[in-house]
């Protein structure tokens, strides 16, 4: 097994000053994979270098992985503070109380005392059942609502607290929904899980939250080219088709999965791909170690932002509004559009 010395992994600060590697890994199986062959994949990566799991409660494999950390850092000598191990709360856990049972649940499954970071999943409460139609659509499903985002807020600063969890962050959120929070926080999120590659960058929200120093965390890194049919739309971007990627992964020699990470780590915010298959998932921790890109390059990966976003999360939609795009602010504030409630 290849061993990349987590001291060689270049590192970004978060705003209270602790360091996570620049690259995690991501760990939803989707339909795919089995979580048995997740907990596998993360036993391998621990124990090939990887320091940061990006987990959920959604993703139903966390006592899977729980059991795959305990044997790495057994096998490993791994110790826990070496590890960032984050969770999110899921969309039917952010009423009075539950924040608590949810984290209480994750840190059983993960078998851990405390985690490092903690984000909320989606930023309001509609609930759709793992793996749903394209089409499915909860009729209690709502906006964001201030007040009750910050309830749930307030339990998660609760958790640092008390001790259960180091680091809060938020998912999802567009730029509007944090400059609503922001001033409410008594303690602000430290990081902002989103859609970020180079076929969809996002750079005002990547400013903003440079500017108030919340670390961007990036999913579908490499555009999740294996997600299921159902979040597949015809005109979404193949990222690692895009030429200007091929085309450097060709003078570099490696494939383009690796271009992507290198692109994001060189602009600041840390992926997270994903990977069952030892070659891929080690690969892409040795790239940020090794032979960087050009500025031309990072230049060139810059300007290929098609603004399109693969993830479009129609699923959340509230009954009234008019399409996938409500629930990502595109004026700039907050979008209610076609709600009665
Ligand atoms: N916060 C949120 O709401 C949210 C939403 C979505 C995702 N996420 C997180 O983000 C993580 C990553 O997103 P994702 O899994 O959808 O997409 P991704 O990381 O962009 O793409 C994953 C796919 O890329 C391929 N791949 C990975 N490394 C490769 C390499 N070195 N060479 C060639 N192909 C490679 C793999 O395909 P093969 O399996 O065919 O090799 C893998 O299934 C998730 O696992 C999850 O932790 C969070």
């Known amino acids: 097994m290849t061993f990349i010395d987590p001291k060689l992994v270049p590192k970004f600060k978060l705003s209270s000053g602790a360091e996570v590697p620049?690259?995690?890994?991501?760990?939803?199986?989707?339909?795919?994979?089995?979580?048995?062959?997740?907990?596998?994949?993360?036993?391998?990566?621990?124990?090939?270098?990887?320091?940061?799991?990006?987990?959920?409660?959604?993703?139903?494999?966390?006592?899977?992985?729980?059991?795959?950390?305990?044997?790495?850092?057994?096998?490993?000598?791994?110790?826990?503070?070496?590890?960032?191990?984050?969770?999110?709360?899921?969309?039917?856990?952010?009423?009075?109380?539950?924040?608590?049972?949810?984290?209480?649940?994750?840190?059983?499954?993960?078998?851990?005392d405390y985690l490092d970071g903690y984000m909320v999943h989606w930023p309001f409460p509609n609930y759709h059942p793992p793996g749903c139609a394209r089409d499915y659509r909860n009729p209690n499903s709502h906006p964001f609502l201030l007040d009750e985002f910050m309830e749930t807020w307030r339990q998660m600063e609760r958790l640092v607290e008390l001790g259960l969890v180091k680091h809060i962050g938020v998912s999802n959120m567009t730029e509007a929904k944090l400059r609503a929070m922001l001033p409410l926080c008594r303690i602000r999120p430290e990081f902002n899980e989103v859609e970020l590659h180079p076929g969809f960058q996002q750079p005002e929200l990547f400013d903003f939250c440079q500017r108030e120093g919340i670390?961007?965390?990036?999913?579908?890194?490499?555009?999740?080219?294996?997600?299921?049919?159902?979040?597949?739309?015809?005109?979404?971007?193949?990222?690692?088709?895009?030429?200007?990627?091929?085309?450097?992964?060709?003078?570099?020699?490696?494939?383009?999965?690796?271009?992507?990470?290198k692109w994001a780590v060189r602009r600041g915010?840390?992926?997270?791909?994903?990977?069952?298959?030892?070659?891929?998932?080690?690969?892409?921790?040795?790239?940020?170690?090794?032979?960087?890109?050009?500025?031309?390059?990072?230049?060139t990966l810059t300007r290929i932002d098609t603004g399109r976003r693969i993830i479009k999360a129609q699923n959340f939609l509230w009954p009234g509004a008019a399409g996938w795009e409500n629930l990502w602010d595109l004026n700039g504030e907050i979008d209610c559009t076609g709600w009665k409630g």
């Open 22 to 112: 620049v690259v995690g890994m991501g760990t939803f199986g989707n339909d795919r994979f089995t979580p048995e062959q997740v907990g596998a994949a993360v036993k391998g990566a621990a124990l090939a270098g990887y320091r940061f799991f990006d987990c959920a409660a959604a993703y139903q494999n966390e006592p899977d992985i729980g059991e795959a950390l305990a044997s790495a850092m057994a096998e490993g000598g791994i110790p826990r503070e070496e590890l960032f191990i984050s969770s999110k709360v899921w969309n039917d856990m952010h009423g009075r109380g539950d924040v608590l049972i949810a984290c209480a649940k994750t840190l059983k499954d993960l078998r851990l």
């Open 269 to 299: 915010h840390m992926p997270i791909p994903f990977s069952i298959y030892e070659n891929e998932y080690v690969s892409n921790l040795r790239c940020v170690t090794e032979d960087p890109l050009t500025d031309a390059e990072f230049e």
């Open 215 to 261: 670390l961007m965390i990036g999913f579908c890194p490499l555009g999740s080219p294996t997600r299921p049919a159902r979040d597949k739309l015809p005109d979404d971007v193949n990222v690692m088709e895009m030429p200007e990627v091929v085309e450097i992964a060709r003078a570099h020699g490696v494939h383009p999965a690796l271009i992507c990470i």
